[in-house]
């Protein structure tokens, strides 16, 4: 055991606290696994957590006093940047609208029952380091690599429904098979997950993006109808033909774009993900030919909405939906001049490396022997351009100055003067840099009143 386990037992033996803790959940899984360690614990007490929670406290151990929660038997501390969560032993019922339990205290047997599996309620004595496997099957799973559920499957989903996204994810990311009758359960209740918030359900997503194999983890949620109630936009993708330049689905070639992409980043794996979500809405087959039109602008609106939904931020959430309206703009750029490769940095900003990564993933993804732009050599261009015109992507002046020159206050009609510099920056009308052209722009501008007029 850590030392941070061995201090708490010392704190409980000099306070004659007799109640027994044990360690659970992932914290015993991951130590029996080999895997690091998160560094939360998670303490189950058949006793007084609360008490459990406040020896610790009183003993100086923390900075901070626990947060208590007692109707559900919690206490929570941070020590030395740990998370560490006490619970008492608990037996938990539902009501069929609700995932939130009613509790009552319990033995450790029934705690680990209630669990969602049973690599998941594993405990560890804190007091003699046993292992205490008391579903009986907790620890055969964990060697075995099988994913079961303590309970009937169906019975511990309709509890609580968010465990269907956590089967999905603890599987993908142990690489572990699922125990027999599993899967049918998830199929069975998979409208249920209709009760979860949707900031629950972003959550496990982000996790499921973020870990070993999000393709997996994505198809996996299709193919047991998860995806369908949370983000039927995406179910919407199975199926959908594309044409000569494809050869499987807008699905499948959605897989494997997240799969060519190889990436742990949010953004550029939820881009992946959305890059295609307009096609369904606007396939047309045009003389023979399957076609797709707008399907970029289109699916920048769909992931916009369903990003959302489901509560990312807003900054995401447009970061992702810019991605997704560009992934096809490279396709114009391979003989492109420089002013259109100023606008791509520029309208790109931070995010220019995901698009070129995304779209070299979707390119890959394409039927093998068609032709596919080179992207790298067009992300060459771009690098050589920024390198050689650094003061291509702003103002060759300030908004300080351009009020000097116009006598405007500081307010939008300043702004428009600046962007209208940029612009002309970015269509090579303006040399970067040249303050006298651009000071002469601006009075022009202003004059004419096409630009910068001062509001009454």
Same mark, same amino acid.
């Given at each position: 055991?850590?030392?941070?386990?061995?201090?708490?037992?010392?704190?409980?033996?000099?306070?004659?606290?007799?109640?027994?803790?044990?360690?659970?959940?992932? =914290?015993?899984?991951?130590?029996?696994?080999?895997?690091?360690?998160?560094?939360?614990?998670?303490?189950?007490?058949?006793?007084?957590?609360?008490?459990?929670?406040?020896?610790?406290?009183?003993?100086?151990?923390?900075?901070?006093?626990?947060?208590?929660?007692?109707?559900?038997?919690?206490?929570?501390?941070?020590?030395? !940047?740990?998370?560490?969560?006490?619970?008492?032993?608990?037996?938990?019922?539902?009501?069929?609208? #609700?995932?939130?339990?009613?509790?009552?205290?319990?033995?450790?047997?029934?705690?680990?029952?209630?669990?969602?599996?049973?690599?998941?309620?594993?405990?560890?004595?804190?007091?003699?380091?046993?292992?205490?496997?008391?579903?009986? #099957?907790?620890?055969?799973?964990?060697?075995?690599?099988?994913?079961?559920?303590?309970?009937?499957?169906?019975?511990?989903?309709?509890?609580?429904?968010?465990?269907?996204?956590?089967?999905?994810?603890?599987?993908?990311? $142990?690489?572990?098979?699922?125990?027999?009758?599993?899967?049918?359960?998830?199929?069975?209740?998979?409208?249920?997950?209709?009760?979860?918030?949707?900031?629950?359900?972003?959550?496990?997503?982000?996790?499921?993006?973020?870990?070993?194999?999000?393709?997996?983890?994505?198809?996996?949620?299709?193919?047991?109808?998860?995806?369908?109630? $949370?983000?039927?936009?995406?179910?919407?993708?199975?199926?959908?033909?594309?044409?000569?330049?494809?050869?499987?689905?807008?699905?499948?070639?959605?897989?494997?774009?997240?799969?060519?992409? =190889?990436? !742990?980043?949010?953004?550029?794996?939820?881009?992946?993900?959305?890059?295609?979500?307009?096609?369904?809405?606007?396939?047309?087959?045009?003389?023979?030919?399957?076609?797709?039109?707008?399907?970029?602008?289109?699916?920048?609106?769909?992931?916009?909405?369903?990003?959302?939904?489901?509560?990312?931020?807003?900054?995401?959430?447009?970061?992702?939906?810019?991605?997704?309206?560009?992934?096809?703009?490279?396709?114009?750029?391979?003989?492109?001049?420089?002013?259109?490769?100023?606008?791509?940095?520029?309208?790109?900003?931070?995010?220019?490396?995901?698009?070129?990564?995304?779209?070299?993933?979707?390119?890959?993804?394409?039927?093998?022997?068609?032709?596919?732009?080179?992207?790298? =050599?067009?992300?060459?261009?771009?690098?050589?351009?920024?390198?050689?015109?650094?003061?291509?992507?702003?103002?060759?002046? #300030?908004?300080?100055?351009?009020?000097?020159?116009?006598?405007?206050?500081?307010?939008?009609?300043?702004?428009?003067?600046?962007?209208?510099?940029?612009?002309?920056?970015?269509?090579?009308?303006?040399?970067?840099?040249?303050?006298?052209?651009?000071?002469?722009?601006?009075?022009?501008?202003?004059?004419?009143?096409?630009?910068?007029?001062?509001?009454?």
């Amino acid at each position: 055991m850590d030392p941070l386990t061995l201090r708490l037992v010392e704190v409980w033996d000099r306070a004659d606290f007799r109640d027994r803790a044990c360690l659970v959940g992932g =914290a015993v899984r991951d130590r029996l696994l080999g895997r690091p360690d998160s560094g939360d614990l998670d303490i189950v007490v058949e006793g007084d957590a609360l008490r459990a929670a406040d020896l610790i406290w009183q003993a100086g151990l923390a900075a901070e006093p626990p947060q208590v929660y007692p109707r559900f038997g919690t206490a929570m501390l941070m020590i030395d !940047g740990r998370q560490i969560e006490f619970a008492w032993a608990r037996a938990e019922s539902y009501d069929p609208e #609700s995932r939130k339990p009613d509790t009552r205290p319990a033995d450790l047997a029934a705690d680990a029952r209630r669990r969602d599996f049973t690599i998941n309620s594993l405990m560890q004595d804190l007091r003699t380091g046993e292992v205490l496997d008391l579903t009986g #099957s907790g620890l055969a799973d964990l060697r075995e690599g099988i994913l079961r559920t303590p309970l009937d499957p169906a019975q511990t989903f309709r509890d609580d429904p968010l465990r269907m996204l956590r089967a999905v994810r603890f599987r993908v990311r $142990f690489g572990f098979r699922h125990a027999e009758g599993l899967p049918e359960a998830l199929a069975q209740e998979a409208d249920r997950l209709r009760i979860v918030s949707a900031e629950r359900v972003q959550a496990e997503l982000v996790k499921m993006l973020t870990g070993p194999d999000p393709a997996e983890a994505m198809d996996e949620l299709m193919r047991h109808g998860l995806l369908a109630v $949370f983000a039927p936009e995406l179910a919407a993708m199975k199926g959908v033909e594309q044409g000569k330049w494809h050869h499987l689905d807008v699905w499948d070639h959605t897989l494997l774009v997240l799969r060519n992409a =190889a990436s !742990g980043d949010l953004i550029l794996n939820l881009a992946c993900l959305l890059h295609d979500v307009g096609k369904p809405a606007t396939r047309k087959v045009i003389e023979g030919e399957t076609r797709f039109l707008g399907h970029e602008t289109v699916g920048g609106e769909i992931a916009g909405d369903l990003l959302l939904r489901l509560r990312f931020s807003t900054d995401l959430t447009e970061r992702v939906a810019r991605l997704v309206r560009a992934h096809m703009r490279l396709g114009t750029l391979e003989a492109a001049g420089r002013p259109a490769l100023r606008r791509l940095v520029r309208d790109l900003g931070e995010d220019l490396d995901r698009l070129f990564a995304l779209v070299q993933a979707d390119v890959s993804a394409l039927r093998p022997g068609v032709r596919v732009m080179d992207v790298e =050599a067009i992300r060459a261009r771009v690098a050589d351009l920024k390198a050689v015109e650094p003061s291509a992507y702003e103002s060759p002046i #300030s908004g300080r100055r351009i009020m000097e020159l116009t006598g405007l206050p500081p307010g939008p009609a300043v702004g428009s003067l600046k962007q209208a510099l940029l612009s002309a920056v970015l269509d090579g009308e303006l040399a970067p840099g040249d303050e006298a052209a651009a000071e002469s722009l601006v009075m022009e501008l202003h004059r004419a009143g096409r630009v910068g007029r001062k509001e009454d």
